[in-house]
């Protein structure tokens, strides 16, 4: 059992970091969750492999990427995949035609994730009224 324990509350933190204090003290969150937080093509991936609803997104890797980003991404924002935060390393783009956006993707540190804004498709459950309890009036 653990006396000493360290969390974190910032993602930025080096997980390696978070490894090393973990060998003599309990850390929450775990280095590897922080890990995954830290990037957002990881980030994504984690969560559709968990089977959770992700939004469209492509990584943008090269060029290339940029101009083969499909239609369903517009409009969408461009993510640096890490350190990006609180707006820097991001870009708003309306469509394709908006002008610079290739440009801002080449300055913008890669790897990057290009999502699509709007909302996330989610099928969820029917709403059924609450039953009168005790709890209710």
């Given at each position: 059992v653990y006396k000493r324990q360290a969390t974190t509350e910032f993602e930025n933190v080096p997980a390696e970091a978070l490894?090393?204090?973990?060998?003599?003290?309990r850390v929450a969150p775990s280095a590897d969750s922080v890990a995954i937080a830290q990037n957002r093509i990881a980030e994504k991936s984690f969560l559709r492999e968990a089977g959770?609803?992700?939004?469209?997104?492509?990584?943008?890797?090269?060029a290339q990427d940029v101009l083969d980003a499909p239609e369903s991404l517009f409009p969408g924002i461009l993510k640096a995949a890490r350190f990006g935060y609180d707006g820097?390393?991001?870009a708003a783009v309306a469509d394709r035609s908006a002008k610079g956006w290739t440009q801002t993707a080449k300055e913008l540190p890669q790897p990057q994730v290009w999502e699509a804004l709007g909302l996330l498709k989610l099928n969820p459950p029917p709403i059924r009224a609450a039953e009168k309890s005790s709890c209710m009036p």
């Open positions: 490894r090393f204090l973990a060998r003599t003290i959770l609803p992700v939004g469209d997104y492509a990584v943008i890797a090269s820097k390393g991001q």
